[in-house]
């Protein structure tokens, strides 16, 4: 099939963006619009061939990437210099792809917890273009039962502390705030090791969030569907 040119994928007239535009000024929950690199945006819809009449492409051009709730969680877009990782890297030319391939399914979002949000392409039971959250507390996939559209609108307005129930602790926006938006908090001990100690009773250090992804993908890939209880033996390298 060949590839749409950028002047077919960026749609001045009906373009998403003045709909993320209001989202963002209407949202509830702290947000930061990064600033965009034109030409990195174009390289981003031009290889991932989305187009601006989408939320998804609009976000790709026109932002750098999104951080709502103080940094805990981020929307990719072109990539800039607080948040280098951008669509394209997460989804066509990054690291991931050598060790840790996600195929049938294009990341779209992750949190400091090393939690991915992506989009269904084939890789997941359900209806394809809806969007799955990796839980780092359960190594699995998760249904969110909502498209992107809806997700980022979720992450604007929805109850976040609900969501991440048991995942904080007192004082992490400060943690957060001195960490690169490329980086994730390593936990340990694991946070699907169960529920105790309480997270703030944890160790935590921030890596690179492509460490958490190959780590936790590998874990997952070991453990599978394991029963909890079940004696398990986990090989690093």
Same mark, same amino acid.
């Given at each position: 099939?060949?590839?749409?040119?950028?002047?077919?994928?960026?749609?001045?007239?009906?373009?998403a963006w003045p709909l993320v535009?209001?989202?963002?000024?209407?949202?509830?929950?702290?947000?930061?619009?990064?600033?965009?690199?034109?030409?990195?945006?174009?390289?981003?819809?031009?290889?991932?061939?989305?187009?601006?009449?989408?939320?998804?492409?609009?976000?790709?051009?026109?932002?750098?990437?999104?951080?709502?709730?103080?940094?805990?969680?981020?929307?990719?877009?072109?990539?800039?210099?607080?948040?280098?990782?951008?669509?394209?890297?997460?989804?066509?030319?990054?690291?991931?792809?050598?060790?840790?391939?996600?195929?049938?399914?294009?990341?779209?979002?992750?949190?400091?917890?090393?939690?991915?949000?992506?989009?269904?392409?084939?890789?997941?039971?359900?209806?394809l273009g809806s969007t799955f959250?990796?839980?780092?507390?359960?190594? &699995?996939?998760?249904?969110? &039962?909502?498209?992107?559209?809806?997700?980022?609108?979720?992450?604007?307005?929805?109850?976040?502390?609900?969501?991440?129930?048991?995942? #904080?602790?007192?004082?992490?926006?400060?943690?957060?705030?001195?960490?690169?938006?490329?980086?994730?908090?390593?936990?340990?001990?694991?946070?699907?090791?169960?529920?105790?100690?309480?997270?703030?009773? #944890?160790? #935590?250090?921030?890596?690179?969030?492509?460490?958490?992804?190959?780590?936790?993908?590998?874990?997952?890939?070991?453990?599978?569907?394991?029963?909890?209880?079940?004696?398990?033996?986990?090989?690093?390298?």
């Amino acid at each position: 099939m060949q590839k749409r040119t950028l002047k077919e994928l960026i749609d001045a007239i009906d373009s998403a963006w003045p709909l993320v535009q209001e989202w963002v000024t209407k949202a509830r929950n702290n947000v930061e619009v990064l600033p965009a690199n034109r030409g990195r945006g174009e390289e981003v819809l031009l290889h991932l061939q989305i187009t601006t009449r989408s939320p998804l492409g609009s976000v790709a051009l026109e932002t750098g990437g999104i951080l709502i709730d103080h940094g805990w969680l981020r929307f990719l877009g072109s990539g800039n210099e607080q948040m280098q990782g951008n669509l394209l890297f997460w989804n066509a030319k990054g690291e991931i792809l050598k060790d840790q391939p996600l195929t049938g399914a294009f990341i779209v979002a992750h949190d400091v917890l090393g939690g991915f949000f992506a989009l269904n392409g084939g890789a997941f039971p359900g209806a394809l273009g809806s969007t799955f959250y990796f839980a780092p507390d359960r190594l &699995k996939w998760e249904s969110t &039962k909502l498209s992107y559209s809806q997700l980022l609108q979720w992450a604007l307005n929805g109850d976040l502390d609900l969501f991440y129930k048991g995942m #904080r602790w007192s004082g992490w926006k400060d943690e957060v705030s001195r960490m690169s938006c490329d980086q994730g908090f390593s936990i340990i001990p694991f946070l699907w090791t169960g529920p105790e100690p309480p997270i703030a009773e #944890r160790s #935590r250090r921030a890596v690179p969030m492509t460490e958490l992804w190959g780590l936790q993908q590998g874990l997952a890939g070991q453990i599978g569907d394991a029963r909890p209880g079940t004696p398990i033996k986990i090989h690093f390298t």
